[in-house]
Antibody, heavy 121, light 111 residues
Framework: QVQLQESGPGLVKASQTLSLTCAVSGGSISSGTDFWNWIRQRPGKTLEWIGYIYSGGNTYYNPSLRSRLTMSLDTSKNQFSLDLTSVTAADTAVYYC?????????????WGQGTLVTVSS | QSALAQPASVSGSPGQSITISCTGTNNDVGDYNFVSWYQQHPGKAPKLMISDVTHRPSGISNRFSGSKSGNTASLTISGLQAEDEADYYCCSYTTNGNFWVFGGGTKLTVL
């Protein structure tokens, strides 16, 4: 059973870059057909898919965030990361990393516990 | 991209059955059998309960079942238990460029 764990600063100043990492255990991020995702939940709001990075390194981002978003893989540490630039208060949220197995399925079968990021002015 | 429409809250007594609806469009729920449901307890990560409209992942109780008719998917929980009290989110594949759209969430209260 794969396990995911997010880490990163809980507080980021407005206009700066939000950087988060998701450590994966129980499986390799560079094998198979797995897609590694970021999903966020703003206070009182529903879940919002942010983007994914494929085990081969290809990425696809939510069009609403694409201009500010970069995702990357670190296969040596079995983790993947998110950088979101020029943050505002609207980026305050709990950020989750999650796995999508691809292969005809369209669900997220494993999730991290989530990490709260607050953007301060 | 608007969220899928879910009732804000539902409630039921232990042992009863409840159904949570999730209404989308022909760009998501209506045209694709890629609806999933997630259970989220306070402060916890979402947990996959139903995938592909009706499929229960390994380890999920058969008290949970999913269905779909037209643009509306539904999650039914039978034999309600106190531990079922949580928020429930539906999610669907969408052709609107961002692959997935989630519902607004439904708070289930077990009376």
């Amino acid at each position: 059973q794969v396990q995911l764990q997010e880490s990163g600063p809980g507080l980021v100043k407005a206009s700066q870059t939000l950087s988060l990492t998701c450590a994966v255990s129980g499986g390799s991020i560079s094998s198979g057909t797995d897609f590694w995702n970021w999903i966020r939940q703003r206070p009182g709001k529903t879940l919002e898919w942010i983007g994914y990075i494929y085990s081969g390194g290809n990425t696809y981002y939510n069009p609403s965030l694409r201009s500010r978003l970069t995702m990357s893989l670190d296969t040596s540490k079995n983790q993947f990361s998110l950088d979101l630039t020029s943050v505002t208060a609207a980026d305050t949220a709990v950020y989750y990393c999650a796995r999508w197995r691809g292969g005809g399925t369209w669900d997220f079968d494993s999730w991290g516990q989530g990490t709260l990021v607050t953007v301060s002015s | 991209q608007s969220a899928l429409a879910q009732p804000a809250s539902v409630s039921g007594s232990p042992g009863q059955s409840i159904t949570i609806s999730c209404t989308g469009t022909n760009n998501d729920v209506g045209d694709y059998n890629f609806v999933s449901w997630y259970q989220q307890h306070p402060g916890k990560a979402p947990k996959l309960m139903i995938s592909d409209v009706t499929h229960r992942p390994s380890g999920i109780s058969n008290r949970f079942s999913g269905s779909k008719s037209g643009n509306t998917a539904s999650l039914t929980i039978s034999g309600l238990q106190a531990e079922d009290e949580a928020d429930y989110y539906c999610c669907s594949y969408t052709t609107n460029g961002n692959f997935w759209v989630f519902g607004g969430g439904t708070k289930l209260t077990v009376l």
